[in-house]
């Protein structure tokens, strides 16, 4: 789950989750697919619907299938499946950019493709390193450092690289 | 144990200062099937005996995680011993989330110890039927301990608790003095060998028993049939001439060795007068 906002919320609403998935293991035997998580996150947000959490939320994870998902979330709890999503400052700065890379064209025209978007994994991760890297040359607060967790079948690593400074 | 005037209520006491209802429920951990820890200075071991109540069924799980860095062996009525394991769990996760650290599992049984005990005072409730064999690692090492359904809770080098116990315990007696330097393979056969002396003459497989470790750099896990069956597998060849090796090296000491391992054992049964629970 990747959050932006303030950050004591978001220390706090990761702690609670880490600690619902724990019980779920404990009750379930196996781990908690995506979907799955989604939903929770989305309820743990709409609890506090009137003392929200001051967190913007992406999660993503492999479903039961094992295929990746993404989910956008917004402060209290509202989330939909989609095939890529920007939080936080500097997502106005983003979404217009992956959306000229990843959303297929009018969809009038042409067959409306799926929600996932069509990238190799590598391909991936060099678009989200140039996308950071574009929005901390125009957003003040987007900059300093970028950590990038890749999800698969085989699991879970992260990459870092070093944004501008100022 | 005789049925008698004293017995009906958990807040009764009887002339001899002994509440039966709690010695009743410590017999039911007897009645219950083995389970067996024991540990050393990085790790400790938990097994237990799988009886299913008839070729159709399955059989039930008496080994419980707790947390990465404690797990719970239990004997007894196992529904009870399901409730407790809840309990366990959510009072990690409670510590953990307040104090970003595990919790020391010294701190977890007093815990239990105290729930248990209020089920010895309150005329409504009754007390729980499991015996908790509690194997954990923290900053002080790692510990074992044996919970009681009266509130008493002992730390152990090695224990067995559940029906033909005394025979793993006899064998962990003989042998106890190596635990704290063993390395955790040879911890897990010497869990092994002790199942297999409450089997007494069943032969061993690794469907009738089952083994958890914890350790140190080792959260703790069941380990599965297959590396089971092997470890079996390994001594069961070399078990003829094991026997010779096992002579009583604590034969002199025996009293004294055994100050940490059985003193509850003969207690409840055979003899009327003494009550089990001034340990």
Known sequence: ?166 | MFRNQYDTDVTTWSPAGRLFQVEYAMEAVKQGSAAIGLRSKTHVVLGCVNKANSELSSHQKKIFEVDDHIGVAIAGLTADGRVLSRYMRNECINYSFTYESPLPVGRLVVQLADKAQVCTQRSWKRPYGVGLLVAGLDESGAHLYYNCPSGNYFEYQAFAIGSRSQAAKTYLERRFENFTDSSRDDLVKDAIMAIRETLQGETLKSSICTIAVVGAGEPFHVLDQGTVQQIIDTFETAAEQEDPATEPDAATGQEAAAEQGTAADHGGSTDEGAAPMDI
């Open chain 1, 1 to 166: 789950m990747a959050s932006s906002g303030f950050q004591a919320d978001v220390k706090a609403l990761q702690k609670h989750l880490a600690a619902r998935h724990l019980i779920y293991q404990h009750q379930h035997n196996k781990q908690m697919s995506c979907p799955a998580m989604a939903q929770l996150l989305s309820n743990t947000l709409y609890y506090k619907r009137f003392f929200p959490y001051y967190s913007f939320n992406v999660l993503g994870g492999l479903d039961n299938e094992g295929k990746g998902c993404v989910f956008t979330y917004d402060a209290v709890g509202s989330y939909e499946k989609v095939g890529y999503s920007s939080q936080g400052s500097g997502s106005t700065l983003i979404m217009p950019f992956l959306d000229n890379q990843l959303k297929s064209p009018s969809p009038l025209l042409l067959p409306a493709r799926d929600a996932v978007t069509p990238l190799a994994e590598a391909e991936a991760i060099d678009l989200v390193k140039t996308v950071f890297a574009s929005a901390s040359e125009r957003d003040i607060y987007t900059g300093d450092k970028l950590e990038i967790v890749v999800i698969n079948a085989d699991g879970i690593r992260r990459e870092y690289m070093d944004l501008r400074k100022d």
